[in-house]
């Protein structure tokens, strides 16, 4: 539900991206040799165009946790928010502290998904 919200932005970020793309060298090249429309689109501006998308999109991943923590205390749901915000009143340090430890794995693990997306979707990019 929390990820609804940027959508709209999202799909007006690929558009504006796919637009700036289109105008390149290596597309008119790519229609010059023949390929079909859905190919240039898919294989090359496409995937060119993705790479700021899935930048921001790894930064919006973070910032979902801290929506969820603040949905669920709002909304009194069960979850690591209501955990952590329950654990910071009673002054509990080794579960704020857990929590934060699994807080920062999980960007890191986002932030791990998103490099290797970038291997896939542009290819001068090689994990070595």
Same mark, same amino acid.
């Not at 609804?4 to 799909?11: G, I, P, Q």
């Not at 329950?86 to 960007?107: K, Y």
């Given at each position: 539900?929390?990820?609804?919200?940027?959508?709209?932005?999202?799909?007006?970020?690929?558009?504006?991206?796919?637009?700036?793309?289109?105008?390149?060298?290596?597309? !008119?090249?790519?229609?010059?040799?023949? %390929?079909?429309?859905?190919? @240039?689109?898919?294989?090359?501006?496409?995937?060119? $165009? *993705?790479?700021?998308?899935?930048?921001?999109?790894?930064?919006?991943?973070?910032?979902?946790?801290?929506?969820?923590?603040?949905?669920?205390?709002?909304?009194?749901?069960?979850?690591?928010?209501?955990?952590?915000?329950?654990?910071?009143? !009673?002054?509990?340090?080794?579960?704020? %502290?857990?929590?934060?430890? @699994?807080?920062?794995?999980?960007?890191?693990?986002? $932030? *791990?998904?998103?490099?290797?997306?970038?291997?896939?979707?542009?290819?001068?990019?090689?994990?070595?």
């Amino acid at each position: 539900m929390l990820s609804l919200t940027f959508a709209a932005f999202y799909a007006r970020m690929v558009r504006g991206n796919l637009l700036e793309t289109l105008g390149e060298d290596y597309i !008119r090249t790519a229609r010059a040799k023949g %390929l079909s429309e859905r190919k @240039v689109i898919g294989k090359h501006a496409l995937r060119s $165009s *993705l790479t700021p998308v899935v930048t921001i999109f790894g930064l919006d991943f973070s910032l979902l946790l801290g929506g969820a923590i603040l949905t669920e205390t709002v909304f009194n749901l069960p979850g690591i928010g209501q955990l952590v915000v329950s654990a910071v009143n !009673r002054n509990d340090i080794p579960v704020v %502290l857990a929590t934060t430890v @699994v807080a920062a794995l999980f960007v890191t693990t986002i $932030s *791990l998904v998103v490099d290797i997306f970038y291997s896939y979707l542009d290819p001068r990019v090689r994990l070595s």
